[in-house]
């Protein structure tokens, strides 16, 4: 997805990217703090129905980002160039159960 510059990174450009309707997996970093930077991502997400997973460290997701820097949220957004790998990343993250 970064080869496309499909992911999307921050949680401005998410959240705005959300807001506008786009579809896409969201993957969130778990250790973000203080937590009120983004816990209003994951409620936009189960409103529009829209996968997220967390992963433990923002410097590994942004490193998986193909960034040099720590983000702590991004949007894989589809691509038909990765369609079946997205797909099934889609299935593992929608199957994962619900944090509490």
Not at 17 to 43: M, Q, R, S, W
Not at 88 to 96: G, K
């Amino acid at each position: 997805a970064a080869k496309h510059k499909q992911i999307r990174r921050g949680v401005k450009e998410v959240q705005k990217f959300i807001n506008k309707g786009e579809k896409g997996i969201t993957v969130l970093a778990g250790d973000t703090l203080p937590i009120d930077v983004y816990c209003h991502i994951p409620i936009m997400c189960e409103d529009r129905s829209l996968p997220y997973a967390y992963v433990p460290s923002k410097s590994d997701l942004g490193a998986a980002a193909g960034s040099k820097r720590p983000t702590c949220v991004i949007m894989i957004k589809p691509h038909e160039e990765y369609q079946e790998t997205y797909d099934e990343c889609l299935e593992e993250v929608s199957s994962l159960p619900l944090p509490l």
